[in-house]
Nanobody
Framework: QVQLVESGGGLVQAGGSLRLSCAASGRTWRTYRMGWFCQAPGKEREFVAAINWSDGSTLYGDSVKGRFTISRDNAKNTMYLQMNSLKPEDTAVYYC??????????????WGQGTQVTVSS
């Protein structure tokens, strides 16, 4: 199994920045991609960004394009989310996720505990 632990959340003013980290441990050798999702109170969990573990290719949700950047360190089994130009509507719990398998269709099957991001107006 794989364990995912997020860190780096906190309180920031609108327009500010945060950098989230997600460290993976356990049986990580089959990791295909990792990503970030967010969930605000009363809302469904939404896709933020994802990165292919092999070649570093990325995808972003429409609401964060141009503001957030996802990256990874393969040697450390760690993923990052650089969050710039933060808005109050970005306030949510941010979850790290991983897909372990051998193809692009591998589902998200591991999740972290979440880290709170609060953006004040």
């Amino acid at each position: 199994q794989v364990q995912l632990v997020e860190s780096g959340g906190g309180l920031v003013q609108a327009g500010g920045s945060l950098r989230l980290s997600c460290a993976a441990s356990g049986r990580t050798w089959r990791t295909y991609r990792m990503g970030w999702f967010c969930q605000a109170p009363g809302k469904e969990r939404e896709f933020v960004a994802a990165i292919n573990w092999s070649d570093g290719s990325t995808l972003y949700g429409d609401s964060v394009k141009g503001r957030f950047t996802i990256s990874r360190d393969n040697a450390k089994n760690t993923m990052y989310l650089q969050m710039n130009s933060l808005k109050p509507e970005d306030t949510a719990v941010y979850y790290c996720a991983a897909a372990l398998g051998g193809s692009s269709s591998t589902p998200w099957n591991y999740w972290g505990q979440g880290t709170q991001v609060t953006v004040s107006s």
